[in-house]
């Protein structure tokens, strides 16, 4: 199955940044790509998500104002830009491909392995 590539996670202080990118196949590359992520203990929940031609985008609600996504349409990434980090958002972050626009993981098929994300002092 294919799989799709994260990359940018680390350690960070409390109200510093990252920006992570997801390489997608160019076979998924007419699917909605969302971002996910999963706590210690806890569910995976959906982050936020970007249309095929980038045009539409949605959040969590606790993420609004802070979080970015956007895409590469010809270089197929999709980038989620991460400001004023919390310590609550610490979490494996996954990208995944589906056919919907949604936030439920369920809808995804096509998944990557993750990138952990650390936010500490």
């Known amino acids: 199955q294919l799989q799709l590539l994260e990359s940018g996670g680390g350690l960070v202080q409390p109200g510093g940044s990252l920006r992570l990118s997801c390489a997608v196949p160019a076979s998924l590359k007419y699917y909605t790509i969302g971002w996910f992520r999963q706590a210690p203990g806890q569910e995976r929940e959906g982050v936020s998500y970007i249309s095929v031609d980038g045009k539409i985008t949605n959040y969590k609600k606790s993420v609004r104002g802070r979080f970015a996504t956007s895409r590469d349409i010809l270089e197929n990434r999709v980038y989620l830009e991460m400001n004023n980090l919390k310590p609550e958002d610490t979490g494996i972050y996954l990208c995944?491909?589906?056919?919907?626009?949604?936030?439920?993981?369920?809808?995804?098929?096509?998944w990557g392995q993750g990138t952990q994300v650390t936010v500490s002092s």
């Open positions: 995944a491909a589906g056919g919907t626009w949604t936030l439920s993981a369920s809808f995804y098929t096509n």
